[in-house]
Every structure is written in structure tokens, then in C-alpha cells.
């Protein structure tokens, strides 16, 4: 009886969503306070239900309720109890469970975080979001529902997790990438309450930077782990593989760099209105997209959930509703979005125009290349072709660069117009002092590195050398004065100059070899000796496995490398598990393949030099986004518009 509850604690807040999208646009435009009132309050049922639901999927896991029939797909008796909670998640069904509470758990935060905003405004944004959960619940109660019973034959146990999903980056990387993916959904729906109402000044862009900025951290977060994950879990070795389903939350992130940067502009300057609410409209559309791709059955990889053309049509259905009705919407209003504030070709403005451009045209490059070999099929009839990392390295990397150029320029420049001659002296320091501390990275590397990378190297330090210049000219007034969001911002340009240095370096330093060894045999790779000692039987919770002994000798550091090959009770899988030694300039990665006869191994070894750069400068990257959302500044706007909607609600 327990699952049912899930399934009618899922009915009542479908009903509660279409409530509150009536509530809250259907109030909002008859100025109705008592319905605006309700959809304030509204989505705190939603969220409330929602979790009930997933707690009641969450006890089934755990308690081995195999007449769930997502339980008994997705769960065995002998997977540890962590893994069964991180199984709740761990397909179709329950991930998207995940998504509807995170999506109410957002609608929750703008109802009780929102009290500033005007009445009207509040109740549109809170309307559209239960227009969006409305069908995200929709989806999930009629084409994926997580509590269909397995009766009256239910099994008495289950198939089993897929071995490759338990891993700890299981726990961590949906939820991370839920989070950003469905948090897109505030700013889109802060976008179609300022199409809705007509306001649009730079308000709600004011308004809607916080959240924005904060949704983006996370999606950064997410994006980094699940490289992570793929580097030691899969033995990928690169800095970006350009799967479809990789690309899905590339995407988003894409567009959501160019919105926080466009919302920068719209907030101070009152220009770049129509950039902000067109990227508002497409970052979350493209998150949609994403859920089609992943979801639908239109391709097969190991990222992808679910091959019922049914839920397919449901999303594609969805997302042709969403993203045609709100383009229209902006359409419509587009007349009014023209912005009567000048600069020049020498201003901040210019350089994030060029920025925001250079970012939606690697974001047509990454979407072409993903739809293209769908709709080549869909077209043929099923013939196939396929685009792989040298297409989009071709295109993608050279706009990356530029971007990189124009991502050092803007922080010199001054809002409006800059003075030229003081312009070309900090761009001729930052040159200067950019080259010579390439020269000084090539030197300690003491490698070739080759033109591309020391190009990439020089830009990376470019943007380190104009950040730095920047800091030290706001802080001449003193540390105090400068805001945390201007902290923020630079945290996060030294992650991306980190994360640049760290794809160039260990693309051209890196060294991967497939090996055979015999216990006793040894290897040495750029100074590194890797000696195989045998393999031992070793055993776990869930699986019997063979572990490899390897002693690494690095200069005077020794160490013991121990990778497995694990074969899965339940489901008789066998998996492959690396060893890695991780460092700040160097990772060593040994992976144990099949044995060759004799008590030979087949045997990758890895030297990865300033791997963990890109992950690290990914770190810093979201830790900027984050920082800039803590921004005192937020808080008196908060503080400000309270006051202000207080005065107004008594003079009224």
C-alpha cells in the first residue's frame, strides 16, 4: 500500500500545479490579490508532495520492495544501502521523479524568496513555473510512472544496478546537473512575466541575476563531475568526448554563460534587453531539448535513459508548446525592446556583445553537430552518420580562443567608451606580462609543446595577466570598496584560464599506452616506472573481483596501485575499476584489462601532467558564480524593494 501513496501523493500535485498556473496568470492579468495570494502559497503543496513521493520510492529501494517494478529493474538485495538510495535516480523513471522535486523545490525558494518582487510580477513568474511542473508531472504520472506494480508475480529479487552507475559520482552528478538544468527554469519564467506584464526595464534582469547566477554554478558543478566521473570510470582520457548526451548539458551551459554575462549589461547599462530575454527564453529551452535527447529513444548511449517513443512524442509535444508559445510571446513584444543607450567600439559593452555572440555561435556549432546526424536518419529513413571530436574541435576550439581574447579585453574596458591611450597601456602590460610567463611555463614543463598549445597557454595566462591588472586598478581605493560580485567574477575568469591551461597541457603531454604484462615485467613512462607484481582474488559486498598489484616508482615516492576487474553477482556483469595516484601537476593511471594467458594482462597505463587543472578550474568557476550571488549589494535591493512595496501596499 505504501507505493500508492507516492502515486496519489503525485496526483495531488499535479493538481496543485494546475491550480497554481491559474492562480498566477489568471490572477496576475485580473489583478485578483486573493488568487495571487494562492499561487504564493501554492507551491509549497507542490514541493510537499513531491518529496512525499520520493520518499515513499526512496523506502521502496531500501526495503527491497521488488514488486516495484522500477525497484526490481533497478535494485538487487546485495547492493550496499548507499547505492539503493542513489538507485532512486539511477534511470528513467526515479531521475525523473529527481527532476519534479527539484523543480518544485525551486518554486519553493521564488514563493518564499520572492516577497519583494511586485504582487502582479510575483504571481506571473510562480505561474509559469507551475505551467512548466504541470507538465513535468504530467509526463511522469502518464508516461513514467516510478510506482507501477510488479503483481501478482512479483520477483523475489531484483535484476540489479547497472554496475557502471555504482560509483559515488552516482550520489552526486544527477543531482548537480538536475539542479542547474531545472534551475533555468527561474530566469525563464522571470523572461515570459516581463513579456507577460510589459515591464521591460532592467528590473526584472535585477531581479532574475541572482538566481540565474546561482543555477549556472550548479550546472558547472554538475557538468565537471560527470567529467570526473568519465575520466576514472570509463578510462576517457580527454578533455570533452562530444557525446549527443554530453552535449545536452553543454548546451545549456553555453547559453547560460552568455545570459549571466548579457544580465551583467541589462542590469547597469539598461541595454542588451532583447540579448537577456531571448538567451532567458532559449537557455531553458535548450535544457528541455536536452530531456528530449537524453529521454526520447532517439539515440543510444550510455547517458541515455529511456527508448519509449511514446515518452518521446510527450516531451517533443512539451517542448514545441514551451519554446514556440514563449518565441511568439517575444515576438510580439519585440518592438518594445529597443534600447536607446549608445557606446562605443572601444567599451565594456562592445566586448560583451562580442562575447555573447562568440558564445551562441559555438553553441549553433555544438547543437548542429548533435541534431544534424538525428535528422540526417529521420530524413533517410534511417541511414546513419555520425560527427565526431575532429568536427567539432575544428569549429568549436578556434571560437573558444577568440573568446578568450575578448574575455581578457573587457575587464580593461570602462562602461560606455575607455580613454585609448590608457587602453592600449594595460593591454601592452597584460601582453607583456602573458608572454613571459608562458616562457616561464615552458620552462618548467621543459617539453614541446607545440604551436596550439602554447597558443592555449598564452590566452589562459592572457586572461590570469588582464585579471590581475583589473584588480589591482579597482582595489587602488581599497579591498573594502570592491563588491563580492566583482570577486566572483574574477574567481571565476582564473577558472576558466586554469581550466584553458590545464585541456592544453595535458593534451599534448599525456602519454597512453595498452601494454602486456607479466608479473615481474615493468614499464617506464616519462620517468615513471610502473612494475606489475601478479594479480590477487579479492571480494566485495556485491561482486568477486581480480586485483592487480602495481608499485610505482616516481622519482624517490613509491606507491601501490591496485586496479580490479569485478564481475557483479546479481547481474554476472564484469567491470573494469582504475587505479589512480592524483596530483596537483600529474595523475598516473594503470587499468587492468583481460588476462592473455601464461599470467600475462593486458595493461593501460596513463601519465596525464595538469589533468586535474580542468576540473579544478571548473571548481573555481562555480565557486565565482556562487560568490557573486552572495553579493551585499542583493541583499539592500532586497531590503530596498521591501520597503518600497510596503509603502505602497499601506498608501493603497
Known amino acids: 500500500m505504501i507505493p500508492e501513496l507516492g502515486q496519489y501523493a503525485l496526483v495531488l500535485a499535479l493538481c496543485l500545479a494546475g491550480a497554481g498556473a491559474f492562480a498566477g496568470l489568471v490572477g496576475a492579468q485580473a489583478n485578483n490579490a486573493r488568487w495571487m495570494r494562492a499561487a504564493r502559497s501554492l507551491p509549497m503543496g507542490q514541493f510537499v508532495l513531491t518529496a512525499i513521493a520520493f520518499g515513499v520510492l526512496m523506502h521502496a529501494f531500501v526495503t527491497d520492495d521488488f514488486s516495484v517494478g522500477y525497484v526490481a529493474r533497478n535494485s538487487n538485495s546485495l547492493l550496499p544501502w548507499y547505492y539503493k538510495v542513489s538507485?532512486?535516480?539511477?534511470?528513467?523513471?526515479?531521475?525523473?521523479?529527481?527532476?519534479?522535486?527539484?523543480?518544485?523545490?525551486?518554486?519553493?525558494?521564488?514563493?518564499?524568496?520572492?516577497?519583494?518582487?511586485?504582487?502582479?510580477?510575483?504571481?506571473?513568474?510562480?505561474?509559469?513555473?507551475?505551467?512548466?511542473?504541470?507538465?513535468?508531472?504530467?509526463?511522469?504520472?502518464?508516461?513514467?510512472?516510478?510506482?507501477?506494480?510488479?503483481?501478482?508475480?512479483a520477483p523475489l529479487d531484483g535484476s540489479d544496478l547497472n554496475p557502471l552507475l555504482q560509483d559515488f559520482g552516482l550520489v552526486l552528478h544527477p543531482p548537480l546537473l538536475y539542479i542547474g538544468y531545472v534551475g533555468f527554469s527561474v530566469a525563464f519564467a522571470f523572461a515570459l512575466a516581463a513579456l507577460l506584464s510589459g515591464r521591460l526595464d532592467s528590473a526584472w534582469a535585477r531581479w532574475s541575476r541572482p538566481w540565474t547566477n546561482i543555477t549556472w554554478a550548479f550546472l558547472t558543478l554538475g557538468i565537471a563531475l560527470g567529467s570526473w566521473w568519465a575520466y576514472y570510470e570509463l578510462g576517457w582520457g580527454g578533455w570533452w568526448f562530444w557525446d549527443p548526451v554530453e552535449n545536452a548539458s553543454f548546451m545549456p551551459w553555453l547559453a547560460g554563460t552568455a545570459l549571466v554575462h548579457s544580465l551583467a549589461v541589462t542590469e547597469k547599462r539598461g541595454t542588451f534587453r532583447a540579448w537577456t530575454l531571448l538567451l532567458s527564453v532559449s537557455v531553458f529551452s535548450l535544457s528541455l531539448l536536452g530531456a528530449f535527447i537524453v529521454r526520447s529513444g532517439v539515440l543510444t548511449s550510455v547517458h541515455a535513459f529511456a527508448v519509449d517513443p511514446t515518452r518521446g512524442m510527450f516531451i517533443l509535444v512539451f517542448l514545441t508548446l514551451v519554446v514556440g508559445g514563449s518565441f511568439a510571446l517575444y515576438a510580439v513584444r519585440a518592438q518594445e525592446m529597443v534600447s536607446s543607450v549608445r557606446y562605443g567600439w572601444h567599451s565594456r559593452e562592445m566586448f560583451l556583445l562580442v562575447n555573447n555572440l562568440l558564445l551562441v555561435v559555438a553553441l549553433a556549432v555544438v547543437l548542429l553537430g548533435t541534431l544534424y546526424p538525428l535528422a540526417y536518419e529521420a530524413v533517410t529513413g534511417g541511414d546513419k552518420i555520425s560527427i565526431g571530436p575532429p568536427w567539432f574541435n575544428t569549429f568549436f576550439v578556434p571560437l573558444m580562443m577568440a573568446l578568450t581574447v575578448a574575455l581578457g579585453i573587457g575587464p580593461l574596458m570602462g562602461w560606455k567608451r575607455t580613454p585609448l591611450p590608457e587602453l592600449r597601456r594595460r593591454l601592452a602590460v597584460a601582453a607583456v606580462a602573458s608572454v613571459l610567463l608562458s616562457v616561464a611555463v615552458a620552462l618548467v614543463v621543459?617539453?614541446?609543446?607545440?604551436?596550439?598549445?602554447?597558443?592555449?597557454?598564452?590566452?589562459?595566462?592572457?586572461?590570469?595577466?588582464?585579471?590581475?591588472?583589473?584588480?589591482?586598478?579597482?582595489?587602488?581605493r581599497g579591498l573594502r570598496r570592491v563588491p563580492a560580485a566583482y570577486w566572483g567574477m574574477q574567481l571565476a575568469h582564473f577558472g576558466f584560464a586554469m581550466a584553458l591551461v590545464g585541456v592544453a597541457l595535458t593534451h599534448t603531454l599525456s602519454v597512453e599506452k595498452d601494454l602486456r604484462l607479466e608479473p615481474g615485467e615493468q614499464t617506464e613512462q616519462q620517468g615513471v616506472t610502473f612494475l606489475f607484481k601478479g594479480v590477487v582474488d579479492a571480494r566485495g559486498s556485491n561482486y568477486v573481483a581480480q586485483t592487480g598489484l602495481f608499485e610505482i616508482t616516481d622519482g624517490d615516492q613509491r606507491l601501490l596501485l591496485k586496479p580490479e576487474k569485478r564481475r557483479y553477482l546479481a547481474s554476472n556483469q564484469v567491470m573494469t575499476e582504475a587505479a589512480i595516484d592524483a596530483g596537483l601537476f600529474r595523475d598516473l593511471y594503470v587499468s587492468l584489462g583481460e588476462p592473455l594467458g601464461e599470467g600475462a594482462w593486458a595493461v593501460r597505463v596513463y601519465v596525464k601532467p595538469f589533468v586535474r587543472w580542468i576540473w579544478y578550474g571548473c571548481l573555481l568557476m562555480a565557486l565565482g558564480g556562487i560568490m557573486a550571488v552572495a553579493d551585499a549589494r542583493y541583499r539592500r535591493l532586497r531590503v530596498r524593494e521591501a520597503s518600497r512595496l510596503a509603502a505602497a501596499g499601506a498608501a493603497s
Open 87 to 153: 538507485a532512486v535516480w539511477g534511470a528513467h523513471e526515479g531521475s525523473f521523479l529527481l527532476w519534479t522535486l527539484i523543480m518544485g523545490a525551486w518554486m519553493l525558494a521564488v514563493s518564499l524568496r520572492g516577497h519583494v518582487l511586485p504582487p502582479r510580477f510575483h504571481a506571473r513568474v510562480l505561474g509559469v513555473m507551475s505551467v512548466l511542473n504541470l507538465g513535468f508531472l504530467a509526463f511522469l504520472i502518464f508516461t513514467s510512472n516510478p510506482f507501477d506494480r510488479l503483481l501478482p508475480l
Open 446 to 476: 621543459g617539453s614541446d609543446l607545440g604551436a596550439g598549445a602554447v597558443l592555449a597557454v598564452v590566452l589562459g595566462l592572457w586572461v590570469l595577466a588582464t585579471s590581475l591588472i583589473d584588480i589591482r586598478r579597482r582595489s587602488a
